[in-house]
């Protein structure tokens, strides 16, 4: 039995922690453990981000209310740590299985039927964030090349949160693909435990 991190308490894994019987090659379950440990980090990293916003947010706060005299570069700076968060951190809401979902079946299908219509619905994913990925790689070699900045007072350059927008998708994408491996361990007799199952054991 193999465990991602390996820290499991009372029994079932932390949330965001997929634990697998070892049904796949070993080479495919490695990769998938690598990149959901790289995910799993960077989530737990990045959500420190909002201390960030809220901080500048009380810098605005004060140098407008108090001293009269309103930042130029606030609000934007605001929206390119939260674009920070939000685009690095989804392949970590991704790996625990949190993104906002109207589903009436889904999580009350067994293992194996979630297994096969993630594998079904798995190239839909791959094809939008390969789109999003190249159209990405182009505005981002644009801004590289031509110094592109914002259309404001501040005018920063936008090249850097193209490129975080880039590593993101790559990122979505490449746990996308070790959730596609998860899923396939369990069409082949691999067993599941992890953030949908440990909701089901905790409300049933």
Avoid: C
């Avoid at 070699?141 to 590593?167: C, D, Q, T």
């Amino acid at each position: 039995m193999a465990a991602l991190p390996e820290q499991v308490q009372g029994g079932l894994p932390k949330p965001g922690v997929w634990i697998w019987e070892d049904t796949m090659p070993k080479v495919f379950l490695s990769y998938a453990r690598y990149i959901e440990s790289v995910n799993n980090w960077l989530g737990r990293t990045v959500r420190w981000a909002i201390l960030v916003i809220l901080g500048v947010a009380l810098i605005e706060i004060v140098s407008r209310y108090v001293f009269n005299s309103p930042t130029a570069w606030s609000l934007e700076l605001q929206a390119f740590v939260w674009g920070f968060y939000f685009i690095i951190g989804s392949a970590w809401v991704l790996l625990r299985d949190e993104h906002v979902r109207m589903d009436a079946l889904y999580h009350r299908w067994s293992p194996r039927r979630r297994a096969i219509f993630d594998v079904a619905t798995f190239p839909l994913v791959a094809v939008y964030v390969i789109i999003y990925i190249r159209g990405g790689i182009d505005t981002a070699l644009f801004s590289l090349r031509w110094g592109e900045i914002s259309y404001s007072r501040w005018a920063p350059p936008l090249a850097p949160i193209k490129i975080i927008m880039v590593v993101g998708a790559v990122l979505l994408l490449l746990q996308a693909i070790a959730i596609l491996i998860r899923d396939l361990n369990v069409l082949v007799g691999g067993k599941e435990r992890g953030p949908r199952t440990q909701h089901e054991h905790t409300t049933s």
